[in-house]
């Protein structure tokens, strides 16, 4: 078994813009998940979903929602090396991370994109 990877706590729903208002209200008027509170205006609403979070990102230029997940490692570079000796596709180009972040995307075989991030413990 492979202990270097283990589920992040974050779960990324891409959604076009033609269907983000309807979505973000299913998940806070029907579903009524909890939100998370927002730092400031403007900020990509945020429900708990279970032990994880549902970020709602508003992609426009898009033609269906994806989804996008996150792992972790406690050895970024040490994870970078082993998927790319398994073949795993990089996918650095799709969106840019913060400077300084630790971490790095990843498409599984069915293009579903992974952000691998680097774990505090």
Known sequence: MNSLFRAGHNIAMKIPAHEYAQTVSFYRDVLALPEIER????????????????????????????????????????????????????????????????????????NIIHLVSQSDG
């Open 39 to 110: 730092a400031q205006e403007g900020d990509t609403p945020r429900f708990q979903f279970g032990d994880k979070v549902l970020w709602l990102d508003n992609v426009p230029g898009i033609s269906q929602a994806e989804i996008w997940l996150e792992i972790v490692t406690q050895d970024l570079h040490a994870a970078a090396d082993y998927l790319q000796n398994n073949q795993v596709i990089r996918r650095d180009e799709i969106e840019a991370l913060p400077e300084g972040f630790a971490a790095f995307w990843i498409a599984n075989p069915a």
